[in-house]
């Protein structure tokens, strides 16, 4: 069974950073995508960030200059660098990947992140 453990969320004060870490477990293949997924109280799931098994990378236009995905040398692992965080990037963080041909989507339970102002 695919599991997806995230980590590294917490409480920052605006201008700062954290860094968020997602690992793969339960599966031997290498995923097509991975990526995170924020859900703020009261509003949809949306994407942050995404990167694909070739590289390309996909950001959100409200993180792109602060945000960075990146894929780590352990098979199927994915961080997400987050800087000059601001309070509207408050939100519960979801690691995301896809599998096979299908693309079946695998969820982590989430990371809180809070910014304070």
């Known amino acids: 069974q695919v599991q997806l453990v995230e980590s590294g969320g917490g409480l920052v004060q605006a201008g700062g950073s954290l860094r968020l870490s997602c690992s793969a477990s339960?599966?031997?293949?290498?995923?097509?995508?991975m990526g995170w997924y924020r859900q703020a109280p009261g509003k949809q799931r949306e994407l942050v960030a995404a990167v694909l098994s070739g590289g390309v990378t996909n950001y959100a236009d409200s993180v792109k200059g602060r945000f960075t995905i990146s894929r780590g040398s352990a098979k199927n692992t994915v961080y997400l660098q987050m800087n000059s965080l601001k309070p509207e990037d408050t939100a519960v963080y979801h690691c995301?990947?896809?599998?096979?041909?299908?693309?079946?989507?695998?969820w982590g339970q989430g990371t809180q992140v809070t910014v304070s102002s």
């Open positions: 995301n990947a896809k599998l096979g041909v299908a693309l079946i989507n695998y």
């Open positions: 339960g599966t031997v293949f290498s995923f097509n995508a």
